[in-house]
């Protein structure tokens, strides 16, 4: 989930990337207007990982880290 407290942007942006800089998802590309917003990026069938999710506000740029891990039930070790 990505907050942001602003919005009013030309060109507001909420994107996820690989450790290696490849864009692997869009969450938001476009205006917003001024205020909260909440995004739920809903991963399933996106392979586990790091990833890095971008939040792009008008003239502000923020970064963080997100890991990406998924419970699987691995057949001897859950008795299936």
């Not at 919005?7 to 490849?22: E, M, Q, S, Y």
């Amino acid at each position: 989930m990505a907050r942001a407290g602003r919005g009013c942007g030309p060109r507001d942006r909420v994107r996820i990337f690989t450790a290696l800089g490849t864009e692997f998802a869009t969450l938001v590309d476009g205006p917003l207007a001024a205020g909260s917003h909440r995004v739920t990026w809903r991963a399933a069938g996106r392979p586990c990982g790091v990833r890095f999710r971008r939040l792009e506000a008008g003239a502000t740029s923020v970064v963080r880290r997100l890991v990406l891990a998924k419970l699987t039930c691995v057949t001897a070790s859950c008795g299936h």
